[in-house]
């Protein structure tokens, strides 16, 4: 196992604790308001771990690759979380599951058209495996019932949220590849708080409003799921992005939803019945074959 994959399925364990929070507070927070603050506490523990880690000293980064950046969390966190979040509250954790299954597909098109990159035969094995899995694993938690109506709205929210998510981060690969992590985490949270900002702007929505949801239990939430679905899970997602192929990363990423299934299980009880362990199965079969390729 090489460092961008064991930083891929970190990644994914990681964002699959941040989602089962980030469920329970969607209930009470507008999906705008739940961004932003969520962003503003990331960036409050990304700039003290840059100067930390890199200290004062500013990168060699270029004038395209600071705005790529910039547009990337723009694109992928203020636009692309917003979305999702909206996403998730019409639909519920098992219905975006299932759509969730389109981001490692997108990721692979658009990696093979800009950059050029190539599965291997084992790998394109393991990446049939590890769909395979999150399938039958997401298949069978579909969650609460949603009309059509809603079913409507919410897919196309959230395939747009999983596209703009795929877009954003295949335009900023090679950034990654030659410029320090850290630098580029916090360029895309700064990307990602002036976006929300604007959004705000033109929603004439007052950023006051929201602060009320956050007192109590769900400030306390809210900040434990910006730490493991955000601020830890980023820096090993751009992490695993950085170190190895796209097309690899965004696959390992798949296995967030068999995390979510056996988190759920071990923490909250939830039943583990055959068709969820053949998913387990399945995505453990397509994770060996992708690290031993």
């Not at 941040?18 to 409050?44: D, E, H, Q, S």
């Not at 079913?151 to 900023?172: D, E, K």
């Not at 950034?175 to 990602?192: D, K, S, Y």
Request: hydrophobic share 60%.
């Amino acid at each position: 196992m090489g460092l961008g994959e064991a930083l891929s399925i970190g990644s994914a364990l990681a964002w699959a604790g941040g989602v089962v929070i980030y469920t329970r507070l969607g209930r009470t927070l507008p999906p705008l308001w739940l961004n932003l603050f969520k962003n503003l506490l990331v960036f409050a523990m990304v700039v003290p771990t840059v100067l930390l880690v890199e200290g004062l000293r500013w990168p060699s980064l270029t004038t395209g690759a600071i705005a790529l950046a910039l547009l990337s969390g723009v694109i992928g966190i203020a636009v692309a979380d917003t979305l999702y979040f909206r996403a998730l509250n019409a639909l519920g954790a098992g219905h975006m599951g299932v759509i969730g299954n389109l981001y490692s597909p997108l990721v692979i098109v658009l990696s093979f058209v800009f950059l050029g990159e190539r599965l291997g035969a084992l790998q394109i094995v393991g990446f049939v495996l590890v769909m395979a899995g999150v399938l039958l694993v997401s298949g069978n938690a579909a969650g609460r019932p949603v009309d059509r109506r809603a079913l409507r709205r919410g897919v196309a929210l959230g395939a747009t949220a999983i596209a703009l998510m795929a877009i954003a981060i295949v335009m900023i690969k090679r950034t990654l590849e030659t410029q320090p992590l850290l630098w580029v985490v916090a360029l895309r949270l700064v990307g990602a708080i002036l976006g929300m900002l604007g959004l705000f702007a033109l929603g004439r929505e007052p950023l006051s409003r929201g602060a009320f949801s956050l007192r109590g239990r769900d400030g306390w939430l809210l900040l434990a799921a910006a730490f493991l679905g955000q601020y830890l899970s980023m820096i090993l997602w751009l992490g695993g992005y950085k170190f190895t192929d796209a097309s690899v990363a965004s696959i390992l990423n798949e296995s967030s939803s068999v995390f979510i299934v056996l988190l759920a299980w071990l923490f909250l009880h939830e039943p583990l019945d055959r068709r969820r362990l053949a998913g387990v199965a399945c995505t453990l079969a397509g994770l060996t074959c992708m690290l031993l390729s």
